[in-house]
């Protein structure tokens, strides 16, 4: 039932990571931020990305829905905090804004690949 849920959350994510790539000049200028953590952010957005339609298409069970709120709550509440300074010419809101964006999606990567894709070693014995 829960399914969907993680595929359509992982291709919003995997159209975000598109998008930061396609508008990095824009993006750099306004927020900022260097070449490289736009980059990274959205390398890493598109990891989690995969890793979490991987994990709706095989499994796609509750364990692991609450990572994924609290991931998506803290990208929204770096979005308004890296605007906000972004907006008062601040480059620390590119920092956190991306910074934070790298950071949640590198964690729901590890989550989804060892926890929930990864090998299960107690069937080995």
Known sequence: MIKPVYVVDGIVKLLAAVALLVFMPGLRDFFL????????????????????????????????????????????????????????????????LFGVLALVSLAIAIVFTTGANGPDFADEA
């Open 33 to 96: 931020a260097p070449t490289w953590i736009v980059i990274t952010a959205a390398v890493l957005l598109f990891l989690s990305s995969a890793t979490e339609i991987s994990y709706g298409v095989s499994k796609g069970a509750r364990t692991y829905f609450l990572h994924v709120m609290l991931a998506d709550s803290a990208v929204i509440v770096a979005v308004f905090v890296g605007i906000i300074l972004a907006a008062a010419e601040n480059p620390a809101g590119g920092y956190i």
